[in-house]
């Protein structure tokens, strides 16, 4: 399942979730939420 594309806190907790269910080390689960949420908002600043 893909990750919410998201800035907000409680989408980031729900990315760890799905990342952890899907077998993943708890720190890497946690940094590729926060990646995605950092991503979000540079697209969010270029518009």
């Known amino acids: 399942m893909p990750l919410i594309k998201s800035k907000l806190q409680k989408n980031v907790g729900k990315n760890i979730e799905k990342e ?8 890497q689960a946690i940094a590729i939420a926060l990646n995605v949420k950092r991503e979000t908002e540079k697209k969010a600043k270029k518009k």
């Open 20 to 27: 952890i269910q899907a077998g993943k080390p708890q720190k």
